[in-house]
């Protein structure tokens, strides 16, 4: 007997490869905005990405840390 699936066949993230950015990548961003914890907040292709250590204003090369469903990690570097 085959057991079909109404609910796609993993639990794994919905995004799947379409997800703008990956692990480990390297972006320019600009800093749009302040998470409450003080990190910059960037968007890349409407991805949030938490920048930390990254003001407002800033525009940095960064490179991402971990992803999560709908955000993402990730540090300036030079």
Known sequence: MEVISLFGDSYSNDRGSSAPIKE???YDVKIEDTG???DGI???EGFVVFV???KVGDEVKIRV???RRNFAFA???D
Do not use: P
Request: net charge negative; no cysteine.
């Open 75 to 77: 540090e300036v570097i």
């Open 36 to 38: 409450r914890d003080g």
């Open 42 to 44: 960037a968007r890349i």
């Open 65 to 67: 840390n971990s992803t």
């Open 24 to 26: 480990g990548g390297e």
């Open 52 to 54: 930390s250590g990254a």
